[in-house]
């Protein structure tokens, strides 16, 4: 069997991308060339869930700037098909959009398909369609947290299922969109950070069984991102007023984040947290709890309501 530390090696990858982080414009090329030097294979194709707004927007944007054709997945089609429009014109890819609910496994499949039928093949996945309940354990009914699991997590194990064996024959690369709460879970998050652990822990064990097979799995965990994840009630239907935004110094742009993914995405890194808060809270998480549940104190996060 093989060395699951080995990182996957030119011999056994089809896109030959370099693995470190500064390989960014080199991976682009050698995605380009792929394409060019095979007239009878399409450019490298990126399959993207919960593409119409947000990171997975960005992020398909980002792909479309890198030369990939894409396919992409989410309820509001409108929203895709406006996002196909430009990103064809602007980038000169292909695009195929589809209305996918990643609560439906048969809506997955069938953007598995619409991907083989249009490009004949899948190169990367991004399991990113989520939203964030947020709200004290006890303010939630049973249904809505279903639903959050439904979504973040079963949504994320469709994704897989209908995509794995393309990713095999491609020797791709599959990311996983966690969060910082995929390591840290304090008041107002509990629900929220059940589900991204949750991922965490498939995208963990994924890496293992996947990596043998020539398939990189990264794990992403974002900390805030702009987007519209906080427009999104406990019950995973649009709402305002339910929380605060977080401090403008702690956001990270959409355009950045989507950049610096798609860089640990191609350069087939484990796991990428992103946002300097995002990283100070791990890391006080594990090394100064103490210090957490003061922050928490000093935030008063503890309170309804009171979530970001
Ligand atoms: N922004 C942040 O600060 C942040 C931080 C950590 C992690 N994340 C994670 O990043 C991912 C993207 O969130 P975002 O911040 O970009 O929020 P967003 O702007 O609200 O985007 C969420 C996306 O998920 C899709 N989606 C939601 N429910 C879906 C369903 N049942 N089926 C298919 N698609 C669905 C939405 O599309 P439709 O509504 O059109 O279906 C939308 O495209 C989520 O997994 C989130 O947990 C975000």
Request: net charge positive; with cysteine; charged share 25%.
């Amino acid at each position: 069997m093989a060395d699951p530390k080995e990182r996957p090696t030119r011999q056994n990858l089809s896109l030959n991308l370099p693995s470190s982080s500064t390989s960014t414009s080199r991976a682009s090329y050698a995605v380009r060339v792929h394409a060019d030097t095979d007239p009878h294979l399409n450019r490298s194709v990126a399959l993207i869930t919960g593409a119409s707004s947000g990171i997975g927007e960005a992020l398909a944007r980002v792909f479309a700037q890198r030369g990939y054709d894409l396919v992409l997945g989410a309820r509001r089609i409108d929203r895709l098909e406006a996002l196909a429009k430009e990103l064809e014109h602007s980038c000169r890819i292909s695009c195929s959009v589809q209305s996918c609910d990643v609560m439906c496994t048969e809506d997955l499949d069938a953007l598995a398909q619409a991907a083989r039928d249009r490009f004949g093949r899948i190169d990367i996945v991004v399991a990113n369609a989520g939203y964030s309940a947020q709200g004290r354990v006890d303010q939630f009914s049973e249904e809505e947290i279903q639903r959050q699991l439904e979504v973040n997590v079963m949504g994320v194990v469709r994704t897989i299922r209908a995509t794995k064996d393309d990713l095999i024959a491609s020797q791709g690369r599959l990311a996983i969109m966690g969060s910082v709460n995929s390591f840290v879970s304090v008041a107002s998050t509990g629900v929220y950070a059940m589900s991204k652990h949750a991922v965490k822990a498939l995208a963990d064990a994924l890496w293992y069984e996947m990596h043998p097979q020539g398939v990189s799995v990264t794990h992403l965990a974002p900390g805030f991102v702009a987007s519209e994840i906080r427009g999104i009630g406990r019950n995973g239907e649009p709402a305002s007023g339910h929380r605060r935004n977080p401090p403008a110094w702690m956001v990270m742009s959409t355009e950045t984040a989507a950049r610096k993914m798609v860089n640990a995405i191609e350069s087939r890194r484990r796991e990428r947290i992103l946002t300097t808060f995002g990283h100070f809270i791990i890391s006080v998480e594990r090394h100064a709890r103490w210090l957490l549940a003061r922050i928490i104190r000093r935030f008063k996060l503890t309170k309804p309501g009171a979530s970001y």
